[in-house]
């Protein structure tokens, strides 16, 4: 543990603010708070260079689901770093942890998947979907055929591509983005986008109406692909509506527009089904794995997809010679070792059944702050969830300017040992999940303290 004064002139905190731009934060804000640094993480708590503890109810970045501190990851890198611990997939060439994890991935799906491609993040993943789709079909002589369709307040990360197919405004504005070509259809979320008097088989339908509409507009033939994560997450934990998936699955089919499963949050358990497909009973051409498949201890993502986004591919890459894509860490062997074991791990202590069993303690006890005069909506599925904080609950109207509320009261959990996130004003809860019952009751604890605490 770094045990230095925070405020001493050449400490860590200082050189940070001094050389670190960092991601998603506001810069000119940092400059006078500095970092929160952490050092340590044991089970669902971190701590940082003061010796604070804290419950990490966020599992990092959604992610960490085995836990902090998991000696048998550290043993399964240290014994892949030993024996081999790199080599690419280019021109052929391949190893064991990228082939077994490959084959486990397709065998997990339970779905008629067929092929895996590797990269390190969730956002080149998507990148990767996008030029996948684009090069299969120009290969099928379908070359007009590149839109893509994706939600407002939908996050696929922020790489030129999947930030275009990203919806939040933050994600774009300054960047240029989004590219020509990349659609954004209105959020799912019934409480903010529902009409007065509407119910939610018309919100449903509406929504179903409007992807109908932009694809008669666009032309069918001129669409590639609907991205959307089975629920939303970044974007503020959203679960769509009832029968939202089967009718944009319906309209997609009908046009022959592939269906991408972006599972990157919800993927290996988090709404207590192997994946959000299940839960939502979606059958996508492509799935999109991250951030749980290694609990995050090594960057690692996957596409998985079924034969018949492969076969166009393959034939194209032999008439040119090659697949002209890759990174130099696809499939690397320590990361998908990792994921290996934590898949194991995942497996064996049936956490995906934990997942399930306090899932419905999380929504329960969340939900008793439904009459809090700041909380406008609480809503989350599986053991993901948040509460959605208002200037005035009838309205629903939210803060101006948003997020300082949010930023509050994350504040106000900050000093009582617990971390959330807070999405604007909307507070996400997304923990390990190895957490128990003890765990659940001291997030929920600390989340009131804070919410009290907050004016
Ligand atoms: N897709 C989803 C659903 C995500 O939640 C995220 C990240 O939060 C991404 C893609 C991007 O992943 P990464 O941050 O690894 O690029």
Known sequence: MDNQLNDAPNSRHAVDVKRMLHPYTDARAHEKAGPL?????????????????????????????????????????????????????????????????ADRLVAMTGRKMEKVFFTNSGSEANDTVV????????????????????????????????GSMTGIPMNHGGFDLPLPGFHHLTCPHFYREGFEGETEAEFTERLAQELEELIEREGSETIAGFIGEPLMSAGGVVPPP??????????????????????????????GTRFGSDYYDI???????????????????????????????????SSIGAFGHGFTASGHPVATAVALENLDIIEERDLIGNAARLAPMLQAKLREFS???????????????????????????????????????????????????????TIAFCPPLIATEEDVTKIITRFGLALDATT
């Open 37 to 101: 640094i952490i050092t340590d993480g044991s089970g669902v708590e971190v701590f940082d260079n003061q010796g604070k503890s804290y419950i990490e109810a966020m599992a990092g970045l959604w992610s960490v689901a085995v836990g902090f501190g998991e000696k048998r990851l550290v043993d399964a890198a240290t014994r892949q770093m030993s024996s081999l611990p790199y080599y690419h997939t280019f021109s052929h060439k391949s190893n064991e942890p990228a082939i077994d994890l």
């Open 131 to 162: 030029k996948l789709l684009w090069y299969r079909n120009n290969a099928l002589g379908q070359p007009e055929r590149k839109k893509i369709i994706s939600r407002k307040r939908g996050y696929h990360g922020i790489t030129i591509a999947a």
């Open 242 to 271: 009832a029968g939202y998936w089967r009718r944009v699955q319906e309209i997609c089919r009908k046009h022959e527009i592939v269906v991408i499963a972006d599972e990157v949050i919800t993927g290996f358990g988090r709404l």
């Open 283 to 317: 059958e996508p051409d492509i799935m999109v794995m991250s951030k749980q498949l290694t609990s995050s201890y090594q960057p690692l993502a996957a596409i998985v997809m079924t034969d018949d986004i492969y076969q166009p591919v393959a034939d194209q890459s």
């Open 371 to 425: 009459d809090h005069a700041l909380v406008g909506e609480v809503r989350g599925e599986g053991f993901i969830a948040a509460v959605e904080l208002v200037a005035n609950k009838t309205s629903r109207s939210p803060f101006d300017p948003v997020g300082v509320v949010g930023r509050e009261l994350a504040a106000h959990a900050h000093a009582a040992g617990l971390i959330i996130r807070a999405i604007g004003d």
